[in-house]
T-cell receptor
């Protein structure tokens, strides 16, 4: 079964420090991977995606993620965190053998950036 | 571009009533729309997938008679929670996608907070 794991419920980081939000996946074949961010009482905003090509993907708001096939990971990173980055982050995967655009989401990781 | 709206953003209703939530793609044609439910501090649970002009495909465990989905046009899908009960209280989020050969990202609406008293 296809699944996505976000092992950390919450990540705390000081402003200005680098941040990493972890994501691992389990799917058959090559997946399409996504990161979304959700602010309180809001829908999800797309951050970035990996389809193919360069393993390092750059996205919105200075975020990037690295696809690691051997470790089946797609960790989200940012060199210097901002307080405004505090939000709920979701990793998602689109397995190739599912229907059109169907996404499987991780459980989410709350990022808290302290001033 | 690629804006999805939901209406209402927040609704409070009495137990036993029905509530309709609209999801609109404002600047593109959405051949497929998805409805998700999100519990507090939980991930999104896909409820159903709807394609314009056809019946929605519901995920296992989701009651289709309880959660009626209509995708009448390429820009509008509605979710009706029938005979709502307090356990239906949740945050409902829709998303829309366009047709194409690439797995384009889904564009999400801002969500609707439903509270059933």
């Amino acid at each position: 079964a296809q699944s996505v794991a976000q092992p950390e419920d919450q990540v705390n980081v000081a402003e200005g420090n680098p941040l990493t939000v972890k994501c691992t996946y389990s799917v058959s074949g090559n997946p399409y991977l996504f990161w979304y961010v959700q602010y309180p009482n809001r829908g999800l905003q797309f951050l970035l995606k990996y389809i193919t090509g360069d393993n390092l993907v750059k996205g919105s708001y200075g975020f990037e993620a690295e696809f690691n096939k051997s470790q089946t990971s797609f960790h989200l990173k940012k060199p210097s965190a901002l307080v405004s980055d505090s939000a709920l982050y979701f990793c998602a995967v689109r397995p190739l053998n599912t229907g059109f655009q169907k996404l499987v989401f991780g459980t989410g990781t709350r990022l808290l950036v302290s001033p | 571009g690629a804006v999805v709206s939901q209406h209402p953003s927040r609704v409070i209703c009495k137990s036993g009533t029905s509530v309709k939530i609209e999801c609109r793609s404002l600047d593109f044609q959405a051949t497929t729309m998805f409805w998700y439910r999100q519990f507090p501090k939980k991930s999104l649970m896909l409820m159903a997938t709807s394609n314009e002009g056809s019946k929605a495909t519901y995920e296992q465990g989701v009651e289709k008679d309880k959660f009626l989905i209509n995708h009448a046009s390429l820009t509008l899908s509605t979710l009706t929670v029938t005979s709502a009960h307090p356990e239906d209280s949740s945050f409902y989020i829709c998303s829309a996608g366009t047709s194409g050969s690439l797995p384009n990202e889904q564009f999400f609406g801002p969500g609707t907070r439903l509270t059933v008293l």
